[in-house]
């Protein structure tokens, strides 16, 4: 079993709709989570961090966590064609060192 | 101030070759970070630095891979007898708290 898991996608949703992003982790111990964009040729990008059970907002991004469930989620509202690119979650398991998952493709379709 | 810079962005190396790739952090980042990104894969961790001193280096894959930071600001990372397993993207990140800023990535393509 990996240590962070993410469904490789595609997902595809329509220009406007909310896309919602899955990811689970295996350390119980483990306290920061990250969500970086990673368009296709280029390294990842920093979107939304969370370290506490519940939601977080970030414009039409929101992270929520749930260390019970092992669980963490981005959403992206009002999604825009330029939202369309690789979703990584990634895990700090204490050792500062980041655990990725293999990452959600996302498509949104005009 | 600018963000991680990495060089050079794509190294062709024949089988066998040194290489050395250099990351130039966010200016006052104490952390720096060397992940491997295989194609189709999350990024995989290698080592970690404070300052000059390395304190992880349990994900270089052989002892082919080494790193260093001798004065605690550019990283170099070298890969000794380069084999084709090591074509991949090599991404350099840096942080001064708990969030990590990825550099552009140098490819390294291992004919």
């Known amino acids: 079993q990996k240590e962070v898991e993410q469904n490789s996608g595609p997902l595809s949703v329509p220009e406007g709709a909310i896309a919602s992003l899955n990811c689970t982790y295996s350390?119980?111990?483990?306290?920061?989570f990250f969500w970086y964009r990673q368009y296709s040729g280029k390294s990842p990008e920093l979107i939304m961090s969370?370290?506490?059970?519940g939601d977080k907002e970030d414009g039409r991004f929101t992270a929520q966590l749930n260390k019970a469930s092992q669980y963490v989620s981005l959403l992206i509202r009002d999604s825009q064609p330029s939202d369309s690119a690789t979703y990584l979650c990634?895990?700090?398991?204490?050792?500062?060192?980041?655990?990725f998952g293999s990452g959600t493709r996302l498509q949104v379709q005009p | 101030g600018a963000g991680v810079s990495q060089s050079p962005r794509y190294k062709v190396a024949k089988r066998g070759q040194d290489v050395a790739l250099r990351c130039d952090p966010i200016?006052?980042?104490?952390?720096l970070f060397w992940y491997q990104q295989a194609l189709g894969q999350g990024p995989e961790f290698l080592t970690y630095?404070?300052?000059?001193?390395?304190?992880?280096k349990s994900g270089l894959p052989s002892d082919r891979f080494f790193a260093e930071r001798p004065e605690g600001s550019v990283s170099t990372l070298k890969i000794q007898r380069t084999q084709q397993e090591d074509s991949a993207v090599y991404l350099c990140?840096?942080?001064?708290?708990?969030?990590?800023?990825f550099g552009p990535g140098t490819r390294l393509t291992v004919l």
């Open positions: 990140a840096s942080s001064n708290l708990d969030e990590q800023f």
């Open positions: 350390d119980r111990g483990s306290q920061s």
């Open positions: 969370i370290y506490s059970n």
């Open positions: 990634a895990v700090d398991t204490g050792r500062r060192a980041l655990t």
């Open positions: 200016s006052g980042h104490v952390s």
């Open positions: 630095f404070q300052n000059e001193a390395q304190l992880d």
